[in-house]
């Protein structure tokens, strides 16, 4: 039983995603770049308009848990102004 004062797995550190391990994967479907969301709770393939799960900071790279993403959050994330990550 987790202490009510411990972080959410999502905000904890330990389950954080290495930037340089971003950098390496790619979209199972297309092969090409993921950006990581907003948030940093998935990785998106524009290409193939998919976004995979992060879960306690392993992302599920597989079609039967991504989401589609649409044409307008596809738009949005092309224009968005590079980050960090």
Known sequence: MMPSDAPPPEGNPRYRLD????????????KTRLTLSADGTELISIVARYAFPIRKGVPLLV??????????????????PASGN
């Open 19 to 30: 930037p340089r391990t971003i950098e390496m994967l790619v979209c199972p479907v297309t």
């Open 63 to 80: 079609i039967d848990a991504a989401r589609r993403i649409d044409e307008d959050e596809a738009e949005a994330l092309r224009t968005r």
